[in-house]
C-alpha cells in the first residue's frame, strides 16, 4: 500500500507498506485506513478524510493537529476471498478468529470487528459446502456473531449488536450467549419488555443462569420507572389542559 498523509494542505509522511487488512494499527496505520481497504479494490485510488478518532497516525507528526486528508494509492497483495475455495476459506477463519480474539481482549474492538466481519464475508453466502464443511462453517459464523456483538456491546453500538445476535440465533435459536447479549443491548436501547423475555428465554435454557435472574430484575425495574415518569408527565400535561381551559 502506498500512503500519502497530509494535513491542511501540508504532506506529513509519504511511505509504502505491507499489511493484512485488518492489521494495521500493528504497522502504524490508522484505524480509518485499514477499516477504508476492506472496501477497495486493487490499484484503487482515493482520498480519505479522517477525524480525530480514525487519524491518530497525525498525532505523531511534527505536532500537527489530530485530523488528516489521508490520500492512499492502494494496490492490495492480500489473496480475495472470491479467490480461495472453501477449505482455504475455513483454515483463513480460524486464524482471523484468533486474531479477532487478541484484539478483543487488549480493548481493540474496531479491530476485532475487522477480523470477525472477515469470517463473516467469507463465509456467510458460501454455497455447495459438504455436512463437514457446512457444519464447521456454521460453527465460525456462530462464534464470529457472537463476537460481533460482544464487539458492538463495547463500542455502544447497540442496534448492530441486536442484528449480529439475530444472525447467532438463526443458525442456534436456544444459545444462551446470543440470547443473554441480545438482552443486553436491547436493555440499554431502552426496551425493557424485549430485554426482559431475552432474559426469560436464557432461564428457559439454562435456568441457573444468575446473570439472567438478576437482568430480568433489572428489566421489572427499569420498566416500573419508564411508566410512573410516562404517569407524572402526562399528569402535568392534562393538569396544565385543565388550567388553561378554566381560563
Not at 479491530?111 to 469470517?119: D, L, S
Request: with cysteine; hydrophobic share 35%.
Amino acid at each position: 500500500v502506498h500512503l500519502e498523509g497530509f494535513c491542511g494542505g501540508t504532506r506529513f509522511d509519504c511511505k509504502d507498506v505491507k499489511f493484512v487488512v485488518g492489521e494495521g494499527e500493528d504497522h502504524d496505520i490508522p484505524i480509518g485506513i485499514d477499516k477504508a481497504l476492506e472496501k477497495m479494490q486493487r490499484g484503487e485510488h482515493c482520498i480519505l478524510y479522517l477525524g480525530p478518532r480514525e487519524a491518530l497516525w497525525s498525532c505523531r507528526c511534527g505536532g500537527l493537529p489530530c485530523s488528516a486528508g489521508i490520500a492512499p494509492s492502494i494496490s492490495l497483495q492480500a489473496k480475495e476471498s472470491w479467490e480461495m475455495d472453501t477449505k482455504e476459506k475455513l483454515e483463513q477463519a480460524a486464524i482471523v478468529k484468533e486474531k479477532g480474539t487478541m484484539y478483543f481482549k487488549e480493548g481493540k474492538y474496531l479491530q476485532a470487528v475487522i477480523q470477525y466481519g472477515k469470517i463473516v464475508s467469507w463465509l456467510e453466502m458460501e454455497y455447495g459446502l459438504s455436512e463437514k464443511e457446512s457444519k464447521a462453517s456454521d460453527s465460525f459464523l456462530l462464534a464470529a456473531f457472537l463476537n460481533l456483538a460482544m464487539c458492538y456491546l463495547k463500542l455502544r453500538e447497540y442496534a448492530k449488536a441486536v442484528e449480529c445476535c439475530d444472525k447467532a440465533l438463526g443458525l442456534d435459536q436456544d444459545n444462551e450467549k446470543g440470547l443473554y447479549r441480545r438482552g443486553e443491548a436491547r436493555l440499554l436501547m431502552n426496551e425493557f419488555e424485549l430485554a426482559k423475555c431475552d432474559f426469560q428465554r436464557v432461564l428457559e435454557v439454562n435456568p441457573q443462569n444468575k446473570a439472567a435472574k438478576s437482568q430480568i430484575s433489572v428489566c421489572q425495574k427499569k420498566t416500573k420507572e419508564h411508566n410512573e415518569r410516562d404517569r407524572r408527565i402526562y399528569a402535568n400535561m392534562f393538569t396544565k389542559f385543565a388550567e388553561r381551559d378554566a381560563k
